[in-house]
């Protein structure tokens, strides 16, 4: 990837967000967000060519068993 470029960053693993490569640096990448016009500086293993890549990569939460509450029999 490239300055000028379009990558896709996942933020705070749940939103996928388009962004436009403005400097690369070694390993880091200064980033644009195409929506907002805000900046960012990210790792390179952040960025993802596709949007599909981007959201195959967010983890899914796993599903927990609801417990109980060990003084919710004393009633």
């Known amino acids: 990837m490239k300055a000028g470029d379009t990558a896709y960053l996942v933020e705070s693993n749940r939103f996928v967000r388009e962004v436009e490569i403005l400097r690369c640096n070694g390993e880091l990448y200064v980033v644009r967000f195409k929506d907002t016009g805000g900046g960012l ?9 596709t949007s599909e890549e ?8 796993p599903v927990h068993k609801v417990q109980k509450n060990p003084y919710d ?3």
């Open 73 to 75: 029999y004393w009633h």
């Open 54 to 61: 981007a959201a195959r990569s967010i983890n899914q939460a």
């Open 41 to 49: 500086q990210v790792k390179a293993h952040r960025l993802f060519l």
